[in-house]
Every structure is written in C-alpha cells, then in structure tokens.
T-cell receptor, first 114, second 110 residues
Framework: DTAVSQTPKYLVTQMGNDKSIKCEQNLGHDTMYWYKQDSKKFLKIMFSYNNKELIINETVPNRFSPKSPDKAHLNLHINSLELGDSAVYFC?????????????FGPGTRLLVL | KQEVTQIPAALSVPEGENLVLNCSFTDSAIYNLQWFRQDPGKGLTSLLLIQSSQREQTSGRLNASLDKSSGRSTLYIAASQPGDSATYLCAVRPGYQLTFGKGTKLSVIP
C-alpha cells in the first residue's frame, strides 16, 4: 500500500488555468506538507498543515492554497497558473508537528505550464 | 538563513566501493538532519534521521554522522551496489520545515 499518494502524476496545462493536485496519506499522520522542487532541483517548503495550524512559507504566492477536507488529505489548489509554476510538487506527512518526526514523501506531481 | 550544501554534485564509482557523501549547513541550530534518496520519477525515501543530540545513525550498509557544531554530516555507503544509484538529499530541520540541499547524484557502475 502506498503511504503517501498524489494525483495526478503528470499535469500539463495552459497558462492562466486553475488546477488542483490531490494528496492522501494512509499513515494516520496529523501533519501534512507541500514542497516544490524547481528546475534547479531545490526542494522548498510551501505549506505545513495540521488540524490546528496552517503555516505558510512567506515566499509562496497567494495563488497557491492548500485545502484539507479531512486529516488524511491535503490538496493543493493553484489559480491563474504561470510559466514559473512549472516544477515537481511533493506532498509529505509526519506523525505530528514535533521537530523530531520523520517526514514521508509522496511520488511527486510533475506540473508543466505552457 | 539556513543553507545546505552537498558535495560533490555528482559521483560515479565502481560497484563494491565504499563511498562518502558530504553535507554542510550554515546554522547549527537544528532539531535534526535527515538523509533521503530520490529515484528518477519517484518520491523521496527517508534513509536515516539523526536527532540533534545524536552523533550517528546506522541502517544496513548506510551510516550517517552528524557534527552539529561544525555544521557537517556525512553519509557513508559500504560496498556500493548498482541499486544504490540515485540522488541523495540531505535536509536539516531548523523549524517546522525541512531545508534541503541540492543533492548528490550517485552512479554505481557494475
């Protein structure tokens, strides 16, 4: 069974569109994250979310918004897509928000904006 | 601002060799350091997690060390195998998030 899953695996879309990426974890974890890996291969945190708190990296444009219908899901909505949004987006989860927790990553969603 | 650097960016070794991957970070105020493996088209797999109070962790052929005061960590891989070929990422946790290096791309030649 896949611990952290993401859909779709690949996403090709036009500039200006609105799209969503779904993430689900079956580990019973309380905290979920979204990371972006750009063309230079740097992985950077976008959001951290648990049932108590949403922490947003200040560099993330407000066109990006996480939505959590329940504890096992954290979806990423992107409005008015831009060319620079092309990247690989990784979802991750951890048991809690303790600094000692290991984070488990999904397979990534490769987004290409044309 | 925390920065993580990994050297070398790429490494190619013959099968069976022992090797060391290096990671350095600029701010020693971290909670832990984690080594990941990334395979092409796949997600990240956590290999080892070292808490700030620990000096090393071992898992099978892998051994990771942490010298927090000097801002360094190494990942030692013994008796390398072609299946070890992947990109290895080092990440530190200064707060709620992980701060990653750019990785070392390892190729193990049969």
């Amino acid at each position: 069974d896949t611990a952290v899953s993401q859909t779709p695996k690949y996403l090709v879309t036009q500039m200006g569109n609105d799209k969503s990426i779904k993430c689900e974890q079956n580990l019973g974890h309380d905290t979920m994250y979204w990371y972006k890996q750009d063309s230079k291969k740097f992985l950077k945190i976008m959001f951290s979310y648990n049932n108590k708190e949403l922490i947003i990296n200040e560099t993330v444009p407000n066109r990006f918004s996480p939505k959590s219908p329940d504890k096992a899901h954290l979806n990423l909505h992107i409005n008015s897509l831009e060319l620079g949004d092309s990247a690989v987006y990784f979802c991750a989860s951890s048991q809690g928000d303790s600094h000692q927790e290991t984070q488990y990553f999904g397979p990534g969603t490769r987004l290409l904006v044309l | 601002k925390q920065e993580v650097t990994q050297i070398p960016a790429a490494l190619s070794v013959p099968e069976g060799e022992n090797l060391v991957l290096n990671c350095s970070f600029t701010d020693s105020a971290i909670y832990n350091l984690q080594w990941f493996r990334q395979d092409p088209g796949k997600g990240l797999t956590s290999l080892l997690l070292i808490q700030s109070s620990q000096r090393e962790q071992t898992s099978g052929r892998l051994n990771a060390s942490l010298d927090k005061s000097s801002g360094r960590s190494t990942l030692y891989i013994a008796a390398s195998q072609p299946g070890d070929s992947a990109t290895y990422l080092c990440a530190v946790r200064p707060g709620y998030q992980l701060t990653f290096g750019k990785g070392t791309k390892l190729s193990v030649i049969p």
